[in-house]
């Protein structure tokens, strides 16, 4: 569990991310932040693509740049979008997260009181993991 402080930094963290985003197809930015088990927080936000299908998420950028800069193991996520409700992970990223461990837990927000609290286990129950390859 990230400390109150960690918590309302990953939001700073994450909302500055998503003033970053390259969305212009959907129009929806969201800036993720993901802390470490060593302190760390790295961010991402969603970088879209005139094909359509390659359009890479907050979540999976701030994983990818955690991991391309050594870090594998983490305490949480934390994902920001400019809307009244919270977003929830889709499945891609859930899985994405996932791979790092079931207790990873998961921080949505948004600008009005909405939030999303879980851990991943409970976001993508009966996930496979890379204990299933062994
Ligand atoms: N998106 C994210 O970056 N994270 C989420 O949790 C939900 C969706 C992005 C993908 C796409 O660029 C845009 O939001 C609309 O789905």
């Known amino acids: 569990m990230p400390s109150?402080?960690?918590?309302?930094?990953?939001?700073?963290?994450?909302?500055?991310a998503a003033v970053k985003a390259y969305a212009p197809y959907s129009k929806f930015r969201v800036g993720a932040a993901v802390l470490t088990e060593s302190g760390k927080i790295f961010s991402g936000c969603n970088v879209e693509n005139a094909s359509y299908g390659l359009c890479n998420c907050a979540e999976r950028t701030a994983i990818f740049s955690a991991v391309a800069a050594g870090e594998r193991k983490f305490k949480c996520v934390v994902v920001y979008t400019p809307t009244k409700t919270a977003t929830a992970p889709c499945g891609a990223c859930?899985?994405?997260i996932y791979e790092f461990g079931p207790k990873i837990r998961v921080y949505s927000f948004c600008?009005?009181?909405?939030?999303?609290?879980g851990s991943i286990r409970s976001l993508l129950p009966a996930a496979i993991g890379p204990e299933d390859l062994d």
């Open 4 to 16: 109150p402080a960690q918590l309302k930094k990953l939001q700073t963290v994450a909302k500055a």
């Open 94 to 96: 859930r899985q994405v």
């Open 111 to 117: 600008n009005g009181p909405d939030r999303i609290d």
